[in-house]
């Protein structure tokens, strides 16, 4: 019975006090919409209206060429360039120039070697031992901290840090790694961005830092399949390579 008093049906769009129902009798009761918005469902004596709008930003995570739409879904981008691959991030994401702070793969980054010269940068770090430095990196404040290894008790403050960090390595004190701190180092003063998603075993996604780089011609398209053979470098390779393809949203990737 209440269904025959409604006055609108499913994609309306109705304005703000827009009648949604009315009454019978001597003294009809009039409903009306209280916000503007798009009628979605309908039925039961009710009406669910969806109001407002939302945006959802969703970042490249990296500079390079759309080669691909995917309808309803994201799209492929390919770059190429160098990639580094690590073992914890932080969720954020963010690009600047990569400004490096260490001296060899043992280094240690301290609340003193961050100055005003580092801001809007992505520094490579080191190791860090103390919250005292996340903090004092984020009142620069920079755009990203790659480091070899982090003390989990220093975890929840970088999880707390509105710029993303990356840890290479693992926890604890801990060097970077040969290959990553020998492309990360001779790639100072380029622009690099810090993808410090968190790593998920059945996507595939991890957090990683890739770096563009000139090449002579563009990197072949990327296979459907992969035949294996013994000797193909597989989950083990290294942690560093050439050329990326990125499938968006973030949620889906492949490298």
Known sequence: MADRLIKCKVDDRLSATAEVAVGRGLFPRSVRAPREGRVVAV???QVLMEVGETKLELRAGMPGTVTQVIPSRGVVIQTAGGLVQGVWGNGRMDTGLLVNLMESPESVLTVGR?????????ILAGMVKDAETLQAAADLP????????????????????RYPILVTDGFGALPMNSAAYKLLS???????TVNAEAYDRYTGARPEIIIPLPVSSEPPAPREVETLAPGLAGADAPPARHGHDRFHPRHQTGG
Do not use: H, N
């Not at 920079?142 to 999880?159: D, E, M, T, W, Y």
């Open 43 to 45: 039925g039961g004596g």
């Open 114 to 122: 961050l100055d005003v010269s580092l801001r809007g940068s992505i």
């Open 142 to 161: 920079v755009r990203g901290l790659i480091v070899s290894s982090i003390f989990p008790s220093v975890l929840q403050k970088a999880r707390e840090m």
């Open 186 to 192: 001779t790639s100072a003063k380029r622009e690099a």
